[in-house]
């Protein structure tokens, strides 16, 4: 009964070092890059787009920020496709660590949450989308941390996971409009896509101050920003 009881909680920690490993060694970012791009996925139709959306997800999942996938996403598909398929990335990513954390994890952490786990959850508890779609939009934070935070708290799935796909959508276009600006000519496309991120930041910034309602996610956000 004791081994039933704590092994899931045992393989949600085993992953977890496994994740912090495959980090410090840099695995993922050598994986997904430019050169893998050129050689998997440019120029090989649905394949390669599958392939970008497949491989994109499981990074996230892994803690990669969705900038690097986004940014990929408008190298390889440029704008319009490429914030698209990032934007799925992305997206696949969040479901998969916001359904292992839950499925695996929480039966270990559910008595005694983190603090960042209760700040997260005390954060979201009121309007699940609106202030999930808040945290999206903020410059700051770890979309990795959030999205474990939230999977093993009592935060519902449905407004958490659309909360995230709308608020993840404007600085994965700004990326992949960085991305797309790798390009001959994409000067200009490189400082759009920096007067956008500040500009998208500022608004992301404005929402949390003028809506959190006295809530907060923690002294590190609240200095950053």
């Not at 270990?108 to 009121?126: K, M, N, P, Q, S």
């Not at 990326?175 to 759009?192: C, H, I, Q, T």
């Amino acid at each position: 009964m004791r081994v039933k009881t704590y092994l899931p909680g045992l393989v949600f920690l085993a992953t977890l070092v496994a994740v912090g490993y495959v980090l410090e060694r840099g695995l993922v970012q050598e994986m997904l890059s430019e050169t893998w791009i050129d050689a998997q996925v440019r120029g090989r139709g649905t394949p390669g787009e599958l392939l970008f959306v497949a491989v994109g997800g499981a990074a996230t999942a892994l803690a990669l920020p969705r900038q690097i996938v986004s940014f990929l996403g408008g190298y390889a598909f440029g704008l319009g496709l490429g914030t698209a398929l990032a934007l799925a990335a992305t997206e696949l990513g969040c479901v998969l660590t916001f359904y292992y954390a839950r499925l695996v994890g929480r039966p270990l952490v559910a008595r005694r949450l983190g603090a960042r786990v209760r700040r997260i959850e005390d954060f979201l508890a009121a309007n699940p989308f609106a202030m999930t779609l808040l945290i999206r939009l903020l410059p700051v934070g770890s979309n990795f941390a959030t999205s474990l935070a939230a999977g093993v708290s009592r935060v519902p799935a449905r407004p958490f996971l659309l909360g995230s796909l709308i608020g993840y959508l404007p600085q994965t276009l700004v990326f992949a409009l960085a991305g797309s600006g790798m390009e001959v000519g994409g000067g200009l496309r490189l400082a759009s896509a920096v007067v956008f991120f500040i500009a998208s930041g500022a608004i992301g910034v404005w929402l949390y101050r003028k809506y959190r309602h006295g809530r907060s996610l923690g002294e590190d956000v609240e200095d950053s920003i």
